[in-house]
């Protein structure tokens, strides 16, 4: 939705043109003669006239009085409720005032009169006074428009029609939200949610929707992106609509999915058919059609077991260069299980990136163990090479972990999925041939961890005593020997900084160099025991960015990433070296401040952390507007444990949210005895 600030200057020109309009006349000292009239604004009677003004002339409150059809009418927008009315000429947003709820519908035929204001992209009506002057009229017929057409900004608030494929529908609050794929791109479609309505139904089809042309605007009044406002679910046309059964769909292969096609335009849902290969539960799935492998993310917490065979629906898209599917269904067949024979590679045939979502073997040196993203990770070393293969903890936790005591130096056989990670400065400059920078091995159970030689007794420290005895009997040995240690302590520096190196990695957020959930809870719990002990109190912030799905939708997720990373600098220059800022995943960070306590001294905090964040920020030359809401809850006893308190300071962060976004909340006791679920908006 557009955002309609107002200056002092406009503030004070609107308030002379309201007296001019009242009075008819020039106002005179006690006295005096009245001065010459002053001129009368004219006004304005067709939405044209006024939506066609610039922001300049639109602050001059030119006086309006429009007749014509509701388009839109939707209370429920952040901020003001949104109402636009259509006429001969076009389109205009009319601002209602805070709190009303009118009784109006699409289709009411009204009459509204109030005054000019630039609004936050184009000129709309503000102050109006409505009514209703006659029966329901038909909404004017739509232009058909694209979504190039529509980010030039040159329909604002009109009534438009574009076409598309749903690619998916989330609910946010009492709005429906349909992602429409175009020619051109994807766009959101945003309705108030009709109860009963079946909109999962619309997946996949082929539709024309109309609707308002709503530009995404930034604090300098420009337009960064665009989106659709649509009454409802009678103002979609299905053009095609999907097959009631997607399954039914002929089935493709795994290697065609975005190959190159003279006819491509909007991409439908596929039905794929594979057996399992690997299945982490709610993350990532796996699948196998002869060598040919295909992973994608599976919100389906059912638990699929290996070798089995299963259906696949979802629509072709694109993960870290590399080919998957979106909203994914999943089925069940009936074919009894066939496990793969897995892929025997070496590293170097591995860093071609010929093996992706396959089924693989690979030897390697164990050289350490880490944690990464919550999964066990065996740092293995393969000639010059080195890389993780990753293991489920819940696994582990499955098959006992005393059973699993792998021993570094030991030499490994890894089975599990390959995943390569994409070079992505060498790719782009060397005409498209993918490189890869580092690949990793997603394993299943700690069963496809096969030791095929533990570590030799004849270590460094055996060899050095041997070596020493042998060097009384010549020269020759004694030389021998200091080469060869030369060689051990270069060796053990290699993997001294690859254990760091590693072990960083499994602390520390890659993206802003943050610390990750892990370490918080463990510092956080650290924390609790003094308290409890030393009865010395500490404060918890937990920050969320506002509005970032929106940044992701309209710049990109690397401008999404870029974001992240600034918001999190200025967080770290809010607080003191000693204190752990840590990022939970997605947008949202927490603060440990150990010692603080006192509510000066948290206000203050929390406060200058929300201002930081607030400051202006650019990215690719454009100002992105960000800011955060804040949770505070400060333990004083350590009556609680680390996740009673990260909670706590989840329900005063989303009181934040409630409040307005932009500021901080301090938990009281009270909150916890409220419905936290209506506590929480999205963004």
């Known amino acids: 939705m557009c955002r309609w600030p107002s200056t002092r200057k406009t503030g004070i020109v609107r308030l002379c043109v309201f007296f001019l309009l009242l009075a008819g006349t020039g106002i005179a ?37 429009l007749r014509g059809v509701v388009t839109l009418y939707d209370p429920y927008q952040e901020g003001h409720a949104a109402l636009f009315i259509a006429d001969a000429t076009g389109s205009i947003f009319v601002r209602p005032e805070i709190g009303s709820f009118l009784q109006l519908h699409t289709g009411s035929f009204v009459e509204v009169t109030g005054m000019t204001d630039p609004g936050g992209f184009a000129p709309i009506v503000i102050h109006p006074k409505i009514r209703v002057v006659g029966a329901d009229q038909p909404l004017p017929s739509p232009r058909r428009v694209t979504l190039p057409h529509l980010l030039t900004g040159a329909e604002d608030g009109q009534w438009v029609m574009i076409e598309g494929i749903v690619h998916f529908v989330e609910f946010d609050g009492m709005h429906a939200v349909l992602t429409l794929a175009t020619d051109d791109g994807m766009v959101t479609a945003t309705m108030v949610k009709q109860q009963n309505a079946d909109y999962n139904r619309l997946i996949d089809s082929k539709v024309l929707i109309s609707g308002i042309a709503g530009p995404l605007v930034d604090n300098k009044m420009q337009m960064i992106g665009v989106r659709f406002l649509v009454p409802g679910l009678d103002d979609i046309t299905v053009e095609k609509l999907a097959p009631v059964d997607p399954f039914s769909l002929p089935l493709r292969t795994f290697d065609n999915l975005l190959t190159y096609s003279s006819t491509m335009r909007l991409q439908h849902r596929v039905h794929l058919q594979g057996r399992v290969a690997l299945d982490w539960p709610g993350q990532t799935l796996c699948i196998l059609a002869g060598q040919d492998g295909l992973c994608f993310q599976a919100e389906d917490q059912s638990v699929f077991r290996e070798g089995e065979l299963v259906d696949v629906t979802g629509f072709p898209a694109r993960s870290n260069y590399k080919p998957t599917l979106s909203s994914v269904t999943l089925r069940r067949t009936s074919a009894p299980l066939l496990v793969s024979p897995p892929t025997r590679i070496t590293s170097k045939e591995a860093l071609q990136g010929d093996h992706t979502g396959e089924l693989v073997q690979i030897e390697g040196q164990l050289i350490g163990k880490s944690m990464v993203m919550g999964h066990t990770a065996l740092i293995l070393s393969s000639g010059k090479t080195i890389f993780p293969a990753l293991l489920p903890v819940a696994s582990i936790n499955q098959e006992g972990k005393d059973e699993f005591k792998w021993v570094v130096g030991s030499r490994i056989l890894a089975t599990g999925i390959y995943s390569g990670k994409v070079d992505e400065w060498h790719t782009f400059r060397k005409e498209g041939v993918l490189q890869l920078e580092s690949f990793q091995i997603l ?40 080469v060869l240690r030369l060689r051990v302590e270069q060796r053990t520096q290699q993997l001294r900084q690859s254990e760091e190196k590693f072990r960083h990695l499994a602390q520390y957020d890659a993206l802003t160099g943050l610390a990750i959930r892990s370490l918080l809870i463990e510092r956080l719990n650290d924390a609790l ?103 505070v809850t400060t333990c004083v006893d350590g009556g609680m444990d680390a996740t009673e308190l990260l909670h706590c300071a989840d329900l005063a962060m989303y009181r934040a949210k409630v409040l307005g976004r932009g500021r901080y909340h301090i938990y009281s006791p009270e909150m916890a005895q409220e419905d936290a679920g209506s506590l929480r908006p999205s963004g």
């Not at 000292?29 to 922001?55: D, I, K, V, W």
């Open 29 to 65: 000292a006690e006295g005096q003669a009245p001065s010459r009239a002053a001129p009368l604004l004219p006004l304005l009677t067709t939405t044209r006239q006024a939506h066609s003004m610039t922001s300049q002339q639109a602050s001059l409150a030119y006086p309006v009085r």
């Open 443 to 482: 394993m299943r159970t700690p069963r496809d961890v096969l030791v095929l030689e533990s570590p030799s007794w004849w270590n460094s420290q055996h060899t050095l005593t041997v070596l020493g005895l042998m060097a009384v009997l010549t020269l020759v040995v004694l030389i021998w020997v200091i």
């Open 529 to 631: 025991e003094e308290a409890r002990q030393k009865r010395r109190s500490f404060t918890l912030l937990v920050m969320d960015v506002d509005h970032f799905k929106r940044v992701n939708d309209t710049l990109g997720h690397a401008a999404g990433d870029e974001v992240l990373r600034i918001v999190s600098k200025r967080i770290k220059a809010t607080v003191r070296d000693t204190d752990t800022v840590a990022r939970m995943g997605g947008d949202e960070f927490t603060v440990l401040l150990p010692g603080v306590y006192k509510t000066e001294d948290v206000n203050k905090i929390a406060a200058q952390a929300v201002a930081n964040v607030s400051a202006p920020l650019f990215i690719r030359g454009q100002q992105v507007p960000t800011s955060i809401s804040v949770g």
